[in-house]
């Protein structure tokens, strides 16, 4: 008689175990010594995380798959640099100018968010139920919109469910669980849209990146297709391209006037994205320095913006591009000594700064704080310049950092996001950070600020609170040991894989171009050159 010993441990990682309740992997799991050795494995908890959370595949990691199942659930969002359009999603008025510490978007909280990703002026988030929230604004302030300083939720169809997000610099797109891509240009309902492509009706989309002014996306057994921006903004239809020789490749990244991909094989290529026709015209770049043949398996892909980063999670090596630094096929990489051998699985750049995810929830800055708007989360400049830290600079309008350092978080962070002048990170937060009480008053520079609901008496230049944690809704969740636990509280976040909220019905009607609308250039998130909206620079907003 057959027992479930006599079960090959693959099949079991494969076709069993990711479709028993927790409680149940808890149970078997103390069975025998084989069996908690079996259920401890990364590649189940891979597996429950993605079929549970909606987690965006994160192909760089290895490890840590088992506590980010047991935190996802209660994980915080937490945003920090510029206030400039609300694009921080703190609610507070821009004349307080800058978070220069990761601060909590206390508005999401109990939503299960799963990724966040940064545009040029502002943030969206998507959740374990696939919905999308967004704040700050999409475009350039007053091309069309205003902004939203408090999170909003877009509002897709009810059957809907995203299961990716990406964003350009003045536009969003996402990708549904039925292979369907949406864009939009702001938070108005009027200006979400499905995009179709004809030829590919029945081709299955793989991934998406939105870059600058363009947009691309990974088809099945097709290839790479781009379309711009201008050419779908009142059509329901893409005037697509597709990159020749294209199918075996596994990643991508669109930035500005150019798109990075790499193979099955191990190769890195670049291409130029200005136009149709010069991407038909122009071959496609080998970068042989950034290739990666001997160990095509373990190697990814990440990056947006002017910057894009190689990374060999069999080798630990990093390897840094940006546009201007990868044109011919011998372009050197940057290879940072403190990113190498740090397990770093994905990173984000803003106009000048750039973040690094580590797998072991580690958080890196480097760059520049541009009119010390706080992007590198490393605290105020007098307490940075106290520390001492290795490859700080002090420059006229802020701080440089020139080597990656850590930032100070409240757990482990999973996701980073970083665009213009502002940044952002998933946590998963530690078991023993303790709540700090909202509403306590707090002496920041001589200026006393009333916290919570006590309102700001007079803003002060910098905020640096730090990170404010409050009890919130819990469910009965994984233990350290593998056990079940039960937590204190009622019900589960609605984020959670309890909950089913479908949503209200959409129907969507034609754009309407309103006054003073622009076309986006090829500049800066924060209107650097060739950007559109006469947006030269962000002043303070003191």
Request: glycine fraction near 14%; charge should be negative.
């Amino acid at each position: 008689m057959a027992t479930i010993e006599s079960v090959a441990s693959d099949v079991l990682l494969d076709q069993i175990l990711p479709l028993l309740e927790n409680a149940d992997i808890a149970s078997l799991s103390q069975t025998s010594r084989a069996f908690y050795t079996l259920t401890d494995e990364e590649i189940l908890w891979r597996r429950k995380v993605q079929a549970d959370f909606n987690l965006p595949p994160q192909p760089a990691r290895q490890s840590g798959w088992k506590v980010l199942y047991r935190g996802l659930a209660t994980a915080r969002t937490f945003t920090w640099g510029s206030t400039g359009n609300g694009r921080l999603g703190h609610s507070w008025p821009s004349r307080v100018g800058a978070v220069s510490s990761p601060k909590e978007v206390r508005e999401v909280r109990g939503e299960c968010i799963v990724d966040l990703v940064a545009g040029g002026f502002g943030f969206h988030a998507l959740t374990s139920k696939g919905k999308v929230y967004g704040w700050g604004t999409v475009g350039p302030f007053g091309v069309h919109e205003r902004p939203e300083a408090r999170p909003k939720r877009v509002n897709f169809p009810g059957y809907v469910k995203i299961r990716a997000i990406s964003a350009g610099r003045s536009h969003m797109i996402a990708l549904d669980d039925a292979s369907k891509l949406w864009e939009w240009h702001s938070f108005k309902d009027i200006d979400l849209g499905t995009i179709g492509f004809p030829g590919l009706e029945e081709n299955e989309f793989l991934s998406i990146s939105a870059g600058w002014g363009f947009s691309a996306a990974l088809v099945r057994k097709h290839g790479i297709v781009v379309w711009w921006e201008d050419d779908t903004m009142y059509d329901l239809r893409a005037d697509y391209v597709t990159v020749p020789d294209t199918e075996d490749v596994v990643a991508m990244s669109a930035g500005a006037g150019f798109l990075v991909y790499l193979t099955a094989s191990g190769d890195v290529c670049r291409i130029s994205t200005h136009s149709e026709s010069d991407l038909l015209s122009t071959p496609p770049v080998h970068l042989e320095r950034f290739s990666q043949p001997q160990a095509a398996g373990s190697a990814h892909l990440s990056g947006n913006f002017n910057n894009f980063g190689v990374f060999n999670t069999a080798t630990g090596a990093v390897l840094l591009g940006s546009k201007d630094t990868s044109a011919t096929p011998d372009s050197e990489p940057l290879i940072p000594p403190e990113l190498q051998n740090r397990g770093v699985i994905s990173v984000a750049w803003g106009d000048y700064h750039a973040l690094a995810c580590c797998e072991d929830g580690t958080l890196l800055s480097w760059g520049k704080e541009s009119q010390s708007c706080g992007c590198l989360g490393l605290g105020p400049h007098l307490e940075v310049r106290e520390k001492s830290l290795d490859g700080y600079q002090q420059e006229a309008d802020g701080i440089k950092m020139t080597k990656a350092t850590k930032v100070d978080m409240p757990g482990k962070v999973f996701a980073v996001a970083a665009g213009g002048w502002h940044s952002g990170a998933l946590c998963v937060m530690d078991d023993d950070h303790e709540s700090e009480n909202e509403d306590q008053p707090k002496i920041l520079g001589g200026t006393v600020h009333a916290g919570g609901r006590g309102g700001i008496v007079r803003p002060p230049p910098v905020w640096n609170s730090g990170p404010i944690m409050m009890p919130g809704p819990v469910i009965t969740q994984l233990g350290e040991g593998g056990e079940m636990q039960p937590v204190a509280g009622g019900a589960a976040p609605e984020g959670h894989p309890s909950h089913h909220n479908l949503g209200p019905l959409f129907l969507r009607r034609g754009r309407v171009p309103g006054d003073g609308f622009a076309l986006d250039g090829q500049g800066g998130s924060e209107g650097g050159e060739g950007s559109s909206g006469g947006v030269a620079a962000e002043p303070d907003n003191t």
